[in-house]
Nanobody
Framework: QVQLVESGGGLVQAGGSLRLSCAAS????????MGWFRQAPGKEREFVAA????????SYADSVKGRFTISRDNDKNTVYLQMNSLKPEDTAVYYC?????????????????WGQGTQVTVSS
C-alpha cells in the first residue's frame, strides 16, 4: 500500500531553519504531484507548498513565499521542504501528501494520500 513517511521536524528558535523530508513507497512517485500542508492546534489544515511530478512547477502559500522551498528527488522517491527564517506562527504539524492530478493543486480534498505528519515547533 501507499506510505508517506515524514521526518525532520523538531524544535527550533525563531529565525532558524529545518528541512523536512517525505519518503514515499507503494506508488509510482515520479508520476505524482506532491504537496506539503500544515495544521496548527484548533485550526484547519492549510496548504504550504506543492511541486509537479517533474519538479518543473511549484506553488507556495503567500505566508511562506521566499522562506520555504519545496523540491523532490524522483530517484529517491522523496520530497523535501526547506524552511528558513522560521517564525512562531509556522508552528504546526506538517503533512506530506500525494495526488495523481497532473498539475499543481492546493486544496486538501484534491490529494489522495497523506502521511502521519511531523511536528514543527518554533520558539520566540
Amino acid at each position: 500500500q501507499v506510505q508517506l513517511v515524514e521526518s525532520g521536524g523538531g524544535l527550533v528558535q525563531a529565525g532558524g531553519s529545518l528541512r523536512l523530508s517525505c519518503a514515499a513507497s507503494g506508488l509510482t512517485f515520479s508520476t505524482y504531484t506532491m504537496g506539503w500542508f500544515r495544521q496548527a492546534p484548533g485550526k484547519e489544515r492549510e496548504f504550504v507548498a506543492a511541486i509537479s511530478w517533474s519538479g518543473g512547477r511549484t506553488s507556495y502559500a503567500d505566508s511562506v513565499k521566499g522562506r520555504f522551498t519545496i523540491s523532490r528527488d524522483n530517484d529517491k522517491n522523496t520530497v523535501y521542504l526547506q524552511m528558513n527564517s522560521l517564525k512562531p506562527e509556522d508552528t504546526a504539524v506538517y503533512y506530506c501528501a500525494a495526488t495523481s492530478v497532473a498539475f499543481v493543486v492546493v486544496k486538501v480534498e484534491q490529494y489522495d494520500y497523506w502521511g502521519q505528519g511531523t511536528q514543527v515547533t518554533v520558539s520566540s
